[in-house]
């Protein structure tokens, strides 16, 4: 095996070991009843929130697909788009190095509907860019609306959010501006990247943040609102561990959210925290894990099923 194609696994393993050694720091004087007490905790209607909240965040996840292809000039059933969809960010959150296990997945998908191999990793990088810009959406809109938000991981001035709150925004309507004015394709080899169109672009700037909100939202419904510090809060420290989770490659972030989110919501009791959390698992991570792979493996079923039709004689 080169070294390249085992630096993510390496980083993922690095970053789950050190990360559970936080957490174990955190969470050594908890015991494992007190958790289960804050979950079980949960009421029914917290756990209603939670379950719509993690399926509309997975339908505008579907959406960053469609957008995609509407970007590339392709037309994709949409209910074919939902599932690579899904299937893709359900395997890709839970194993790690998302780029790479997503990319085999949307690559065996989107070839079997006629699209080239240029135009699939224009695709990923789409959605990735798409994610990205929700990301920096929602931190810029945190920021601004409680500057004191930074202040839970870091001593610093009062007026260094609103700064950088005021750059994101810069970048963003930069972004914004090339694509109504029609800016020149930039050119990396024999890839062109055309700024997307006004009405995709509009479209991205609402469906990113809303599968941003809606993924949070699952941890905001789970948490019991007697300690609950508010949506824009948890909104902002979502943003922050599940960027890191994603970086550090660890599969599911594991303790990676965690940490994070501790560190975060250091006013709200850890059981609390950690009960979230263990609701998030499930919704966002574990169940849609066990239905991707069910949906991959009925996929390539199928694509036996259509060579072995190809290749069988017709009788005579």
């Known amino acids: 095996m080169k070294f390249k194609d085992a630096i993510w696994p390496l980083i993922g393993i690095g970053a789950v070991v050190f990360s559970c050694w936080l957490l174990f720091r955190e969470v050594r004087t908890i015991s494992l009843d007190q958790i289960w007490a804050s979950f079980v905790a949960i009421t029914p209607l917290q756990w209603v929130g939670s379950v719509v909240s993690a399926v509309v965040a997975y339908i505008f996840l579907a959406y960053y697909d469609r957008l995609a292809l509407r970007h590339l000039g392709r037309s994709v059933p949409f209910p074919f788009v939902a599932a690579t969809s899904f299937a893709t960010y359900a395997l890709s959150h839970n194993i790690g190095a998302s780029v790479f296990s997503g990319a085999v997945v949307r690559y065996r998908a989107y070839r079997s509907r006629g699209l080239s191999g240029s135009e699939i990793a224009l695709l990923i990088a789409f959605c990735s860019f798409t ?43 930069f972004y914004v501006f090339g694509s109504f004015k ?109 239905i991707a792979i069910v949906l991959v493996l009925l996929f390539e079923q199928s694509a036996l099923w259509r060579r072995r039709s190809a290749d069988t004689p017709p009788s005579v």
């Open 182 to 290: 029609g800016f020149k394709p930039l050119s990396i080899g024999k890839f062109h990247l055309h700024y997307p169109r006004r009405d995709v672009v509009v479209r991205q700037l609402i469906a990113a943040p809303m599968e941003i909100a809606a993924a949070a939202s699952i941890i905001y419904f789970a948490l019991p609102p007697e300690h609950n510090p508010g949506f824009i809060v948890v909104l902002a420290i979502f943003v922050v561990s599940f960027s890191l989770a994603l970086v550090s490659h660890a599969p599911g972030g594991l303790g990676v959210l965690e940490v994070t989110f501790l560190a975060g919501l250091s006013d709200v009791p850890e059981t609390d925290v950690l009960a979230a959390l263990l609701v998030f698992r499930i919704l966002y991570l574990l169940i849609p894990f066990a």
């Open 131 to 173: 994610f990205g810009l929700g990301v920096l959406l929602v931190s810029a809109t945190s920021l601004l609306i409680k500057p004191d938000i930074i202040e839970r991981y870091f001593d610093i001035h009062s007026s260094v959010p609103v700064i950088i709150a005021g750059l994101i925004v810069v970048a963003i309507a």
